[in-house]
């Protein structure tokens, strides 16, 4: 019974490793998109009827300077966007921006649709003229970014909290069954309970705000 209990133990410590490195990769990997050096966090294009705003990291965007004013081109569906960033004067932050699609003139807005600190330097880029293909085209690309936006950032940090519970758990039922003993006492046991009770608690406390740092570090959260 208890090398099933080791096994289930070990298979459950397993499984959570997985799950977190996933989640714990995804964000750090679209950390790139939060470049301090970068006046573009995230752009997205104006949703549809069937397709939800679609984002695009401004890792993608090649940036220089003209005349004061930071100019941003990536490409889109095999065409060049551009966007010109008007600064304001005290921050650095743009204050408007311009845009064009193909050599075409498309709206461009200050966008809230972000998170943490990436609402700072997010754009929406409207009336681009992309179809419902094309703008799933765009998101299926760039998916891991639009995912993170799509869970927003109270549910990453209730994501967070679960896996931090969830660890604390876990560690606390294979200590308790590595370190069980053949004939314990009453008193043994009493005692053993509260030190991983506390144990777990300590795991639970210092993994859940581990998570939140990371979230606040990386501009997911903030």
């Given amino acids: 019974m208890r090398q099933w209990k080791l096994f289930l133990s070990r298979f459950l410590l397993g499984l959570w490793i997985v799950l977190f490195s996933s989640y714990l990769f995804l964000i750090v990997f679209e950390t790139r998109s939060i470049n301090a050096d970068s006046p573009i966090a995230e752009v997205s294009l104006e ?53 064009t699609y193909g050599g075409q003139p498309v709206g461009c807005y200050n966008n809230d649709f972000g998170l943490g600190s990436m609402i700072q330097r997010a754009f929406q880029i409207r009336d681009i003229g992309l179809d419902t293909q094309q703008l799933k085209a765009v998101r299926r690309k760039y998916w891991g970014l639009n995912t993170l ?47 991983l009770v506390a144990s777990g608690l300590s795991i639970g406390f210092v993994s859940y705000w581990s998570f939140v740092l990371l979230l606040v570090s990386t501009g997911f959260a903030d």
Avoid: H
């Avoid at 294979?174 to 314990?184: A, E, Y």
């Avoid at 043994?188 to 030190?195: C, G, H, Q, S, W």
């Fill in 47 to 99: 949703a549809t009827g069937s397709v939800n705003e679609v984002a695009i990291p401004g890792r993608i965007f090649t940036c220089k300077k003209v005349d004061s004013q930071d100019q941003c081109q990536a490409e889109i569906q095999g065409r060049p966007l551009v966007l010109t960033l008007i600064p304001k004067g005290f921050d650095g932050f743009a204050s408007s921006c311009k845009a």
């Fill in 149 to 195: 936006l799509d869970i927003g950032e109270v549910r990453l940090i209730g994501i967070g909290t679960g896996l931090a519970i969830a660890f604390s758990t876990i560690v606390t039922y294979f200590v308790w069954v590595r370190t069980k003993p053949l004939n314990p006492s009453k008193g043994y046991y009493a005692l053993r309970i509260v030190a």
